[in-house]
């Protein structure tokens, strides 16, 4: 149950981060704000999706398996990275500071796909590898 | 028939006996148990046995297809059977190779590697990155292999008759190179595109004036078959935008004629996060669309020919931007997002892009291209006026496989492959419906991938190599520097089947083709005794049995040397301290394998004589001493006694 679970999540991962990924971001005046707000939203929703599978990888067992366990920590460490990058651009967004709020929403986005890529790892290795 | 039945009923056998015991810990078993014992000690289950079965070879058999891989930062090329995954050879390109002889004293090898100066300086290393067959009519014709050296731009050329690489070249316009080495469907040009921009004659520009500045490149090296060289006084470049062009493949049937670049950074972003705080890896991933290349080559080549405009940089003939625009060279096609990979179908109708960040392959449509062309139905112009075709009036198709999707090859039967990077697997597809078919894991974290002629007009898929990045917990631990590693699948139906992990431990490979084994017509020896690898026609100055001798002329010493199993002749070189030799080496060997090595003490010299050959080696005997010189390469029972002096008398 656990594995079918886990799997469900990386799925869960593929779909819906892909979505994410194809919006575009509206090209009119405001796009500089558009643009950082897509971003932002890119993370936050790319932070979820990691967030689930990771958990699910850590039910299964990741943080004890020897191998697993590494790809937990390192998933978490850019966890850690993209919410302190997030909060950044979501205080830029605030202050009307549109192109940083976009530049490190975008980097927030980036490490929350280190730590998806390190999550899936730590999914397989803790199904088997497969 | 019997044979055949005979390996089915032995895995038949095997596979009961492992539904029977289950899977155990893995041991070796005894010597001389049955297969089924030794499934169960090891712990095998069915598709562990199924696919030794069919990787196997006995002894003496052959593999039934030849990969040759990139050697990554060993600046070589491996050789590798399949399906077998056995390391049959490395061919040296970029780095000098001790045991082929390669640089270190054989005037070709030399003359090879002198080609490939960077500045006037050695650089004896490469990044190896995409090994290209020659075609011929958009098939792999088994003659020539061609390797780029993504760190310094350059090309090396290999021929298929010995596996030796005869000339390296450096693109001087060039900083680095991705788009390297591809061929056109005849291998009329060896296509290579530069990575990160530079000013393109060489001159220092600073990054605030990236655009006006820099710029990117793409060189058609004409490739003269018949002397198995590249001709660079026929070769031309077209000038382009200083985004980062990356890889390549050149259209055939329909689209021959055009090549396609996918490229990123097309924010011309500058980084300098110790400053901006923007890191390329965010400054050059801003915008959801980059843009693929379209390149019409032989029109490319006609402006080339005619001289118009054409601009001289650092030697090269240079066909600028706005010569590329106004004769319809080159159009930008939206594609996302910090795409990769660029692969025509093997019909020739489509393209294939991934981004590495975007779920989907786009697909466009090579005739809706030419629509939009002729039509002119542009959504744009780029900053320096290079007309941008419309997304929607080209795209044939998005296909959602799964995240970070990077390479495609096809297998002929209407699937196509596509390597998924931060997912760890490979997506198989239908250019047919376009649809996802299966996923398969690999391990882990896969680059390129290459199926058994897997980008040619009438690819056999059959079987696919996965080129992974990372190994972490596959092989045995050799410290923090890990192997990459190689996988075989089996793609002949559905499911795919995983058999095989090839540990790589000598660079990080990257790309790799898969050539029909029956192809290939390797020389097993040197066609005549005399033969010279570099010129690849009969040496003027080869030695014959009864000719070896001694010639002195002022401080310059000839010597004419033979080499057979187990004595060099002359055995007694005697010198003067100051005096330049040169040593004509001829092998007298005509037998296959009969190879003999020609090492001299403490002077970096080591040639490789294999049968048939002849070589040079010249320098200045420029320390008084006695230097043994030996056979390096194991040719006989008395092999150590194969053996001479060099004296050099003060």
Known sequence: ?130 | MRAKRAIWAVAAFAVIALAIAGPQSCTRGPAGASVGELARERGLSEADITAALKTYLPTGQLDEYVMFSSGGHSGQVLVIGVPSMRLLKVIAAFTPEPWQGYGYGAGGTMEALEGGLVNGKEVLWGDTHHPAISETDGEYDGQFLFIDDKANARVAVISLKDFETKQVLHNPLMGSDHGATFVTPNTEYVIQSSQYAVPLDGSYADLSEYQERYRGAVTFWKFDRAAGRIDPSRSFTLELPPYWQDLADAGKGPSMGWVFLGSFNTEMATGGIETTGVPFEAGASANDMDYLHAINWQRAEQVYQSGNGLRRIQGMSVIPLDVSISEGLLYLIPEPKSPHGADVTPDGRMIVTAGKLDPHVSVYSFEKIQDAIANETFSGRDPFGVAILDFDAVLEAQVELGLGPLHTQFDGRGGAYTSLFIETAVAKWSLEDFTLKEKIGVHYNIGHLAAAEGDTRTPDGNYLVALNKWSIDRFMPVGPLHPQNFQLIDVTGEPMQLLYDMPIGIGEPHYAQIIKADKLDPWLVYPEVGFSPHAMASDPNAVSSGEERIERNGNRVDVYMTAIRSHFTPEHIKVRQGDRVRIYLTSLETIRDGTHGFAIDKHNINVSLEPGESEVVEFVADQAGVYPFYCSEFCSALHLEMVGYLLVEP
């Open chain 1, 1 to 130: 149950m656990r594995t079918k679970n886990l799997l469900i999540a990386v799925a869960a991962l593929t779909l819906l981060s892909g979505r994410a990924l194809l919006s575009v971001p509206a090209q009119d005046q405001d796009e500089d704000k558009a643009k950082a707000e897509n971003w932002i939203a890119q993370a936050d929703s790319t932070k979820a999706l990691v967030e689930s599978v990771l958990d699910s990888a850590i039910e299964a067992g990741a943080e004890e398996h020897p191998v697993a366990s590494g790809q937990v920590a390192d998933a978490q460490r850019w966890l850690g990275e993209g919410a302190r990058a997030l909060a950044t651009a979501k205080e830029a967004l605030a202050a009307e500071d549109y192109e940083r709020a976009a530049n490190v929403g975008n980097m927030a986005w980036q490490y929350y796909v280190k730590a998806g890529t390190a999550a899936v790892l730590a999914a397989k290795l803790v199904t088997g590898g497969t």
